[in-house]
């Protein structure tokens, strides 16, 4: 009889222990995301009354879900209007990664190849420009030199596409096609412009078309000053320490395929989810769009279509960063880990790869880099460019 009692008891026992432990691991897993949570807000206020940056919007994904999204500061100065994970920011360069799916889905449904050369799109091309390729272009080995270096356009004023590309095409050539590494926003609108040349639609369209759409990124779209746009925050400069209005910048230029977007930190994550998806693109699409571009000497350069390829303690890295018009964004993609972060900023400052990895490492501590890596150029002065900094363009794999 005492054996018929005790059994019963004794699962019972088990039922109520194994209750308790996860209650306690739900509690101590509630607990370890609030702490985060202080960590990182705490984190990025410090950085904003550093800094005096308007505004910072983040979103942190975890395998495919958001775990946290949250604005700060201020959206627009004037209005007061607080940020929200709702505001709209521009994308800069970060838009380089949606362009280059674009000519991945073209190359996959056999409408050209990665290895076309670049004049069987566009005609009447230099003849220095014989050998470039569209791969070339996607990764930043064509030789084109950056046209944002060259002061070849005022960008107060209205250009025609042809008038951008006859500008392009008298930039000399910085190398042979694959010989280096060289950040190329002109490279970039070529793709544009190779785009709308096979498909006979603008990217923009093809973008809600092919993209956003499909994944209901609802508030991404092309650029558009004139358009009513909800949720839109105001772009800054400093200019010796103050805070200004963003340059004006011509339509001409907020329609390019190097990096002219609106979104925000809610329709990005979604963006990033569909990466572990075939959606999109496939896996082997997406593998090969992650794989570092090999040079002509057989070398290879961390970045490829579209994204930089590295790591931090050994745990794989893909990302990107974009500045344009007072705007900064980033996307850090921690795949290993099914972790990203997204940060989102209204002012042209520095350190936004910085932000992004520190968060990183604030939500997992195995991601916390051993010191910061701070971006140089263009994102470290008050200026304008779709590029997010410029790179080591010496620095390559054997």
């Given at each position: 009889m005492s054996k018929l009692v005790s059994a019963p008891i004794a699962l019972l026992s088990n039922f109520l222990r194994n209750v308790v432990l996860r209650i306690l691991l739900i509690i101590c897993f509630i607990f370890s995301s609030i702490v985060h949570a202080d960590d990182i807000d705490t984190y990025v206020n410090s950085v904003i009354k550093k800094n005096k940056i308007p505004s910072i919007t983040i979103a942190i994904v975890k395998d495919g879900q958001i775990v946290k999204s949250q604005g700060y500061g201020l959206a627009n100065v004037e209005l007061n209007t607080p940020a929200t994970p709702n505001t709209i920011y521009q994308s800069g360069s970060v838009g380089k990664q949606f362009t280059a799916t674009l000519i991945m889905q073209l190359v996959k449904e056999g409408k050209l190849s990665l290895d076309d050369k670049i004049s069987k799109y566009l005609k009447n091309t230099p003849a220095s420009w014989k050998n470039i390729t569209i791969r070339h272009l996607l990764t930043h080995t064509s030789g084109i030199r950056e046209y944002y270096d060259l002061n070849i356009f005022n960008y107060r004023l209205d250009y025609s596409d042809a008038e951008i590309l006859s500008k392009i095409e008298k930039i000399p050539m910085e190398f042979k096609p694959g010989d280096q590494w060289s950040y190329s926003n002109s490279g970039y609108i070529l793709l544009g412009f190779i785009i709308q040349k096979v498909t006979g639609k603008f990217y923009g369209e093809l973008l809600q078309d092919r993209i956003f759409k499909p994944l209901e990124m609802n508030t991404a779209r092309i650029i558009s000053d004139e358009d009513i746009v909800l949720n839109r925050a105001a772009g800054y400069k400093f200019v010796k320490?103050?805070?200004?209005?963003?340059?004006?910048?011509?339509?001409?230029?907020?329609?390019?395929?190097?990096?002219?977007?609106?979104?925000?930190?809610?329709?990005?994550?979604?963006?990033?989810?569909?990466?572990?998806?075939?959606?999109?693109?496939?896996?082997?699409?997406?593998?090969?769009?992650?794989?570092?571009?090999?040079?002509?000497?057989?070398?290879?350069?961390?970045y490829g279509f579209g994204w930089f390829i590295g790591e931090v303690n050994n745990h794989k890295l893909i990302e990107h960063g974009g500045s344009w018009q007072g705007f900064l964004a980033y996307i850090a993609r921690y795949v290993d880990d099914k972790t990203t972060v997204i940060v989102l900023i209204n002012a042209d400052t520095k350190g936004i790869k910085d932000i992004a990895h520190h968060i990183a490492g604030l939500y997992n501590p195995a991601l916390m880099p051993s010191s910061p890596s701070s971006f140089k150029g263009a994102l470290m002065t008050p200026t304008n460019c779709h590029a997010c900094g410029s790179y080591d363009t010496t620095k390559s794999n054997s």
């Open positions: 320490g103050q805070l200004k209005n963003q340059d004006y910048v011509s339509p001409s230029f907020n329609r390019t395929a190097d990096g002219c977007l609106y979104f925000t930190a809610l329709d990005f994550a979604k963006w990033d989810a569909s990466l572990y998806t075939d959606k999109i693109l496939s896996q082997d699409d997406l593998k090969l769009m992650w794989t570092p571009v090999k040079l002509n000497n057989g070398k290879t350069y961390p």
